[in-house]
């Protein structure tokens, strides 16, 4: 895949491809977004025809949400605009659907051509995972059969609504208000419920404000300056890595402004890193997690 040559915004990513494409994680919850699409069981496979379940709307899940939703819609444009003319980009803040898109090209043969070369590529420090969506997007239909919009829209406002009566959790939620009704209203009291933990909040260890310089630590002895590079390079407006001599534990990343520093900070926070392999998987006993700071002005 070509580098990207608009100009994204400070906090988009430049694309690059990547070769391996297993099999995406699928979950029930993600059935819709904005009750637009549903997923695909299957996924693009290297060959030059169609695969079957072929669409030109991707479902895209496993992307950081740490990082704020109109720059994520953004840098999802920028990336898939390599394929084809991106028709519309679908994303939601609710819990359901954190974490996931929509992206919807022009044609089959760009998203089965993006499915191939963007999977797992590491967006803000997370390997997405790319797979079709079994029905159009709102976007594909006001481009193809604008006449069907109406009947189109009622159709997934109906599978939307199906999907939450059958959501376990609400499920749960209901029956739980309904047995509290009950005991109201016959004077019984009420099943204790159980004491709930208090959450721990970590607190930082300094209150730094916003910089351009950000503070790395816990770095693997192994760690080299170009591995480094490596790690912060897909974020944009990066400046300079400076290692420091004699202390191979701790970095110093500088980039253009306070904003796209922050980006990086936000995304690479506590992600596990091995000088030898680079970022590996939360999971993989490789690496250790760094931390990821504004360094202290002054």
């Known amino acids: 895949m070509t580098e990207i040559s608009t100009q994204p915004p400070a906090e988009a990513p430049a694309a690059g491809p990547s070769t391996s494409a297993p099999p ?17 069981d299957g996924h693009a496979d290297q060959g030059v025809q169609l695969p079957p379940g072929a669409s030109e709307v991707l479902y895209v899940n496993n992307l950081n949400e740490k990082i ?15 394929y084809g003319r991106v028709l519309g980009v ?8 954190r974490g996931q898109a929509f992206v919807t090209l022009d044609s089959k043969e760009a998203a089965v051509k993006a499915v191939r070369e963007v999977q797992k590529f590491p ?43 059958d959501d376990p959790a609400r499920r749960k939620k209901l029956a739980a208000k309904a ?24 607190m ?22 170009e591995g480094l590079e490596a790690l912060f390079r ?9 290692t420091i001599p004699g202390r191979k534990n701790i970095a110093f990343v500088e980039f253009a402004d306070e904003q796209s520093s922050g980006v990086a900070r936000d995304a690479l926070h506590n992600t ?17 997690k760094i931390k990821v700071t504004f360094a202290k002005k002054g």
Request: aromatic share 4%; charged share 30%.
């Open 234 to 242: 897909p974020f944009p407006n990066l400046v300079e890595v400076r």
């Open 68 to 82: 704020k939703l109109d720059i994520m819609k953004q840098s999802l444009k920028v990336l898939f605009r390599e």
């Open 272 to 288: 596990k890193f091995s000088g030898t392999t680079g970022a590996v998987m939360a999971q993989s006993e490789e690496g250790l």
């Open 123 to 165: 967006l803000y420090g997370k390997p997405m995972q790319l797979t079709f969506a079994r029905t159009e997007s709102d976007a594909l239909v006001q481009k193809r059969h604008p006449d069907d919009m109406e009947a189109h829209k009622k159709a997934r406002l109906k599978r939307k609504k199906q999907s939450r009566r």
């Open 24 to 40: 995406p994680a699928t979950n029930g919850d993600a059935q819709q977004a904005n009750g637009d699409v549903e997923m695909a």
């Open 204 to 225: 930082p260890d300094e209150y730094l404000p916003p910089n351009k310089i950000l503070f790395v630590q816990n770095l693997p002895d192994d760690t080299t300056k």
């Open 90 to 97: 679908t994303a939601h803040r609710n819990v359901r659907m």
């Open 179 to 202: 047995a509290a009704k009950q005991a109201a209203e016959t004077g019984a009291a009420p099943v204790a419920a159980a004491p709930t933990q208090r959450r721990i909040v970590q």
